[in-house]
């Protein structure tokens, strides 16, 4: 996490990439799932930008989980988001926390990516849903990124789509995956 230690700034000026069809978008997909107590996590979720988005958007209360307590600072004290220091894959909430979970341009920094999946199934209730939106790893572009990424030290385990599918329907989660714009997809999926 050394990159995104000393990257904190640039993300806490520039994370805001959001525009607001997309935000309607993905406030779209998690919909569906969220109940009475309407509860999203974040993971990776770094400076909350998209989390207070979405937490406008569709009335959630949005907890952002991530291992950088830097990118944690840039969460407002005084805003509807919480910003809780953890991992995908040893996450400190009970069982059961929440309606959803969402994870965007993360997933493929996961080091324990099975691990991260059972995690998303044990706080995410029964019938609840699981968004990831990632980068395709096909073609030229994405194949420097992911070289680029390995050389910073991160993991930079990608899924294409379709093996993205299979991966959350193997460990529990069942779903489906679409191209959403350029090299971006995502996986909308159902915890049994």
């Not at 979720?45 to 600072?73: F, I, K, N, Q, Y």
């Not at 995908?88 to 990516?113: K, L, N």
Request: hydrophobic residues 45%; contains cysteine.
């Amino acid at each position: 996490m050394g990159f995104f230690n000393w990257a904190a700034p640039a993300f806490g000026h520039f994370a805001d990439r959001w525009s607001p069809e997309s935000i309607d978008e993905i406030s779209g997909w998690l919909e569906p799932y969220l109940g009475g107590e309407r509860r999203v996590l974040d993971v990776g979720g770094g400076t909350g930008a998209l989390a207070s988005r979405l937490s406008e958007s569709t009335g959630a209360r949005v907890t952002v989980l991530d291992p950088t307590p830097e990118m944690l600072r840039y969460i407002p004290d005084d805003g509807p988001i919480e910003g809780v220091v953890g991992t995908a894959e040893a996450m400190p909430f009970p069982d059961d926390s929440f309606d959803a979970v969402i994870v965007t341009d993360a997933f493929h920094h996961f080091r324990d990516q099975p691990g991260a999946v059972s995690e998303f199934c044990r706080v995410v209730r029964t019938g609840g849903g699981v968004l990831v939106v990632e980068l395709d790893p096909a073609g030229v572009v994405m194949r420097l990124i992911v070289l680029g990424e390995k050389l910073l030290g991160e993991p930079g385990a990608f899924f294409t789509p379709d093996a993205m599918c299979e991966f959350m329907r193997v460990h529990g989660i069942a779903g489906n995956c679409a191209v959403i714009r350029g090299v971006s997809y995502r996986f909308v999926g159902t915890v049994r």
